[in-house]
């Protein structure tokens, strides 16, 4: 056998896992010849989002879209947001929207309608450029949603909703509803029919077309028949004359891949994801675009918005009575937080042992860690330091004989967590004397 051979430092891949950068995407080869140059998200909280159960008054979606502002700022990396136009409230926030679009907010917004005639004449003197028309592909919808039901007769309404749109001096994006139960023999006729009929209108009302993976059955697989394989439709779209920029991606995440097919779709050239922050959005939500953004800065394909502004949504969303799980990733409550003994030897020891990135500047958040009773002593040692910047030695009487207190807690049967603040009174005593000054890692 070949012995493992030693090393006089250690090899941490630091191309790969940055100090101070979400990890990098490096290839064994050469990046695939379809990956756009550029890569940007688009914005659906103020639509799926609230249709999930967001209760979002004008006021909140107001506060919602500024959220957005900040997070993006100028780094393209979010850049549309669409809005309901059913409703009075629904108005009022895209009015709002609009008016800070035009004194130079980043997300431009837009709409979402039924494709029929009478919802394109709701859109039109609204001051939007763009609104997506709902275009269900799948014989599920076109067979059972209309009366009579039947692919020409659906695309057939769609396509007067497009004529309609297109003379009101908008752009259509089609949003092509359960493509991946749809069949091909829809989907690729229907959008040259589109294509066909916006050929003699200006080039700025080129149609988009976003393919919506709605009960989240699609696969980030390529070798899968068609319609469940993502990466295949979207080569398939582009094979068809649609543009990278013109192309969007919509999952849900029914099924566990909602970020795996983003990537799988951005991959084989599709330039733009669809989702909402932090993951709102119907069932088991939508594309959380904070998720699908990291890994598309690790692909060298979008600029970094502020990830900080994110905690401040998070807190929104709280008020709203729609926090964000305890354990969801980036922003729950636990998600940066240990629990066991030997994470938090490994944490006092070298932090990024067990950090993904350096969370406390990439996200502003802190590495957290709550008492167990398979905690230990470095558990205690790490929660003092994190919150005094203090690391006292593993041989402190005083801080021994506070975990036998804690442990004592424990085999008397305590299930829940012990936390800094029921023990700050004790800690801070066992500190050295003068200033202390927190440096959470």
Request: some cysteine; hydrophobic content about 45%.
């Amino acid at each position: 056998m070949t012995p493992v051979p030693d090393v006089p430092s250690p090899e941490l891949f630091p191309s790969t896992f940055p100090a101070d950068h979400f990890p990098q995407v490096r290839w064994e080869d050469a990046a695939p010849g379809t990956l756009p140059a550029q890569v940007w998200t688009t914005e659906t909280t103020h639509r799926d989002g609230q249709q999930g159960g967001l209760p979002l008054t004008a006021e909140v979606g107001l506060q919602l879209y500024d959220l957005m502002g900040r997070f993006t700022a100028q780094s393209g990396a979010l850049r549309q947001a669409e809005f309901f136009v059913y409703r009075p409230q629904d108005r009022a926030m895209l009015a709002g929207a609009l008016e800070r679009w035009r004194s130079g907010h980043p997300v431009e917004p837009t709409t979402w309608i039924r494709a029929t005639r009478q919802d394109a004449a709701l859109v039109a003197g609204l001051g939007v450029r763009e609104t997506g028309l709902l275009a269900s592909a799948s014989d599920y919808h076109t067979f059972h949603k209309f009366t009579p039901g039947g692919r020409a007769q659906a695309a057939c309404t769609y396509l007067d909703a497009v004529q309609a749109v297109l003379d009101a001096g908008l752009r259509p994006r089609l949003h092509l509803e359960d493509a991946t139960r749809a069949p091909r023999d829809f989907i690729l006729p229907f959008v040259a029919q589109v294509q066909a009929l916006a050929a003699t209108y200006p080039v700025a009302q080129t149609p988009k077309f976003r393919i919506c993976d709605t009960m989240g059955v699609g696969l980030p697989l390529e070798a899968v028949a068609w319609p469940r394989s993502v990466p295949r439709l979207v080569r398939e779209l582009r094979a068809a004359g649609i543009g990278a920029e013109d192309l969007e991606f919509h999952p849900h995440n029914d099924l566990h891949l909602v970020v795996a097919n983003s990537l799988s779709a951005v991959l084989a050239g599709c330039a733009v994801i669809n989702g909402t922050l932090l993951g709102k959005g119907e069932r088991t939500g939508n594309a959380p675009l904070e998720g699908v953004l990291l890994h598309l800065i690790g692909l060298g394909v979008t600029a970094a918005p502020d990830f900080t502004v994110l905690n401040e949504l998070a807190d929104l969303y709280e008020t709203l009575g729609q926090g964000v799980a305890a354990k969801y990733p980036l922003y729950g409550r636990d998600a940066h937080r240990t629990r066991a003994g030997i994470h938090a030897d490994g944490l006092n020891k070298f932090w990024p042992m067990y950090a993904p990135f350096n969370v406390p500047a990439l996200l502003g958040r802190p590495l957290e860690l709550s008492l167990t009773r398979d905690s230990g002593l470095a558990g205690l040692i790490f929660l003092i330091r994190a919150h005094t910047g203090v690391e006292l030695p593993k041989d402190h009487a005083g801080l021994r004989a506070l975990h036998a207190q804690l442990d004592e807690g424990f085999e008397a049967g305590r299930q829940t967590a012990v936390e800094w603040e029921e023990i700050a009174e004790r800690a801070l005593k066992l500190l050295p004397e003068g200033p202390v000054v927190a440096s959470r890692p």
